[in-house]
């Protein structure tokens, strides 16, 4: 898996609901293979399946769990829904930033 990505996953907090303010990251629907990927799931709220919902970067369609479709609804579908493909990119994006900021702050 890719650093960043790694890194942004193990400081993530679970949490019971998804507050309307956090980014939702999904799977694309492309490759998805609903029965191969819910084996893996026994909790109902953890298994997931194609929505009617894209990427905020890429408008590919995806694939969301019950529980963050539940509260992706519940908040009135105000958050951000973004594939791990296009947060790869946009952490690798950030990192870029960072690093020519500090190049940048250094006189
Ligand atoms: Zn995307």
Known sequence: MYEALKT???KATPVDSIPADCI???QRAKGYDIERDNKFWKIEGNKSQV??????YCSHQVV???NAYRDYLANGK???VVCAECMKLELKKQKNEKASATILSRD
């Open 24 to 26: 939702i990251l999904v």
């Open 64 to 66: 969301m769990s019950n």
């Open 8 to 10: 942004f996953l193990e």
């Open 78 to 80: 105000k958050n951000k």
């Open 51 to 56: 929505r009617d919902i894209v990427c905020a």
